[in-house]
């Protein structure tokens, strides 16, 4: 018989394990959420390209013209493109002044989902149900899903849009736990286990650069990674159009051939094969573990070269979350290396983030030589 698996391709009783605890929705912070929320928030929860990112997604899975929407867990920014007009968006959340700052909500709504998990909305009532950045307070999720399929029409869109930053205090016990791999699968277990969705999908995106102005951006994270798992409600009409998954914004296609030429070139054009960047002298560590055989390397040090930006997800498919490359060539044999990191700061002059070589996923076929 065949086993069935997560959207990522493993087995769930995995995922499931990490509820089974009784402190599985615990959170450090058990006062009422009223009180935690009383004081307005009105901050970016994410980099302005994150931002773009979900903008782009709702836009793409959107395709009903005057949709009735629902954002839940609502703040002052829906997160919705200007090209999106609702017929009605109802926010619901738990402050009113951020709720008053948002002027796309046509209707807003107090309403503490941990307290009680019942929407007040009659059944089939959205087109759409949105929730941004929130996922990871709800200390009766499943319950909250159920309630999302009762109101939502069917063939209603129920998209859940998470990252990996939170508030602490009142964040579960679990999501702070898991790995963002479980994470997505917490949330579609969320999704199969209220019973009322058709299959969940998923649309992840990270590595592209953090922008300089971001107030984060020394701590050479990436920008903050994109994870949306969405499903139908079940019994939508056939002939209706299907919801279309836009392109990963951070993923090109690795061009194998032209970066083998490009890299037989590179110890005379000191030009990175992966992006044409010029290449800069990286002073060798005295690391004990690796013996590079030279005094210096040459380096890329584009941030947003398409091998860096590859890099964070080809390495979180490979169970390396937060970890990606920077390409290096070595000025004595031409051949190319790479070099882990964990943050784009890592390799400032001698200093190696992680100090391991990764493996290689889209190496060149040919011309490369992997130390
Ligand atoms: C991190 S903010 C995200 C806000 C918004 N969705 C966004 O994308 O900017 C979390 C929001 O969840 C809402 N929230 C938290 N706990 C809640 C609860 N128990 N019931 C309803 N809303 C809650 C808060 O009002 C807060 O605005």
Same mark, same amino acid.
């Given at each position: 018989?065949?086993?069935?698996?997560?959207?990522?391709?493993?087995?769930?009783?995995?995922?499931?394990?990490?509820?089974?605890?009784?402190?599985?929705?615990?959170?450090?912070?058990?006062?009422?959420?009223?009180?935690f929320?009383?004081?307005?928030?009105?901050?970016?929860?994410?980099?302005?390209? =994150?931002?773009?990112?979900?903008?782009?997604?709702?836009?793409?899975?959107?395709?009903?013209?005057?949709?009735?929407m629902?954002?839940?867990?609502?703040?002052?920014?829906?997160?919705?493109?200007?090209?999106?007009?609702?017929?009605?968006?109802?926010?619901?959340?738990?402050?009113?002044?951020?709720?008053?700052?948002?002027?796309?909500?046509?209707?807003?709504?107090?309403?503490?989902?941990?307290?009680?998990?019942?929407?007040?909305?009659?059944?089939?009532?959205?087109?759409?149900?949105?929730?941004?950045?929130?996922?990871?307070?709800?200390?009766?999720?499943?319950?909250?899903?159920?309630?999302?399929?009762?109101?939502?029409?069917?063939?209603?869109?129920?998209?859940?849009?998470?990252?990996?930053?939170?508030?602490?205090?009142?964040?579960?016990?679990v999501?702070?736990?898991?790995?963002?791999?479980e994470?997505?699968?917490?949330?579609?277990?969320?999704?199969?286990d209220?019973?009322?969705?058709?299959?969940?999908r998923?649309?992840?995106?990270?590595?592209?650069?953090?922008?300089?102005?971001?107030?984060?951006?020394?701590?050479?994270?990436?920008?903050?990674?994109?994870?949306?798992?969405?499903?139908?409600?079940?019994?939508?009409?056939?002939?209706?159009?299907?919801?279309?998954?836009?392109?990963?914004?951070?993923?090109?296609?690795?061009?194998?051939?032209?970066?083998?030429?490009?890299?037989?070139?590179?110890?005379?054009?000191?030009?990175?094969?992966?992006?044409?960047?010029?290449?800069?002298?990286?002073?060798?560590?005295?690391?004990?573990?690796?013996?590079?055989?030279?005094?210096?390397?040459?380096?890329?040090?584009?941030d947003?070269?398409?091998?860096?930006?590859?890099?964070?997800?080809?390495?979180?498919?490979?169970?390396?979350?937060?970890?990606?490359?920077?390409?290096?060539?070595?000025?004595?044999?031409?051949? =190319?290396?790479?070099?882990?990191?964990?943050?784009?700061?890592?390799?400032?002059?001698?200093?190696?983030?992680?100090?391991?070589?990764?493996?290689?996923?889209?190496?060149?076929?040919?011309g490369?030589?992997?130390?």
């Open positions: 018989m065949k086993v069935p698996r997560t959207l990522l391709g493993s087995d769930p009783r995995f995922v499931r394990h990490l509820l089974a605890g009784p402190d599985a929705f615990r959170r450090a912070d058990e006062g009422p959420d009223p009180r929320y009383e004081k307005p928030r009105k901050v970016a929860h994410l980099d302005a390209t =994150a931002l773009a990112t979900v903008e782009t997604l709702v836009g793409a899975l959107v395709w009903e013209r005057r949709p009735v629902l954002d839940l867990m609502a703040s002052w920014d829906s997160h919705l493109p200007t090209s999106l007009s609702p017929a009605r968006l109802v926010g619901l959340g738990l402050n009113e002044e951020e709720l008053r700052a948002n002027a796309r909500l046509t209707e807003r709504v107090i309403h503490d989902l941990n307290a009680d998990p019942r929407l007040p909305f009659p059944p089939d009532s959205f087109d759409v149900v949105l929730n941004v950045v929130s996922v990871e307070y709800l200390t009766k999720p499943v319950e909250v899903f159920r309630e999302v399929g009762r109101v939502l029409k069917p063939g209603g869109l129920f998209l859940v849009v998470f990252s990996n930053r939170w508030f602490p205090p009142k964040v579960v016990r999501w702070e736990e898991a790995s963002e791999r994470r997505v699968e917490l949330v579609e277990l969320f999704f199969r209220a019973g009322s969705f058709d299959e969940p998923l649309f992840m995106s990270m590595g592209l650069p953090r922008p300089e102005s971001d107030r984060y951006w020394e701590t050479g994270a990436p920008s903050d990674p994109i994870f949306a798992v969405f499903a139908e409600k079940r019994g939508g009409g056939p002939g209706r159009p299907t919801r279309t998954v836009p392109p990963d914004p951070a993923w090109t296609e690795p061009d194998p051939v032209g970066v083998a030429e490009r890299l037989r070139q590179a110890l005379t054009t000191l030009r990175c094969p992966h992006c044409g960047h010029p290449l800069s002298r990286w002073a060798v560590p005295d690391d004990p573990c690796i013996d590079w055989d030279v005094e210096y390397l040459w380096i890329c040090f584009n947003a070269c398409p091998f860096v930006v590859r890099g964070w997800r080809v390495l979180w498919e490979q169970g390396q979350e937060g970890h990606s490359y920077r390409f290096l060539l070595n000025p004595k044999t031409g051949g =190319a290396t790479t070099v882990a990191i964990r943050g784009l700061h890592d390799l400032t002059p001698g200093i190696v983030g992680g100090g391991w070589v990764a493996v290689w996923k889209d190496r060149p076929p040919t490369a030589s992997q130390k």
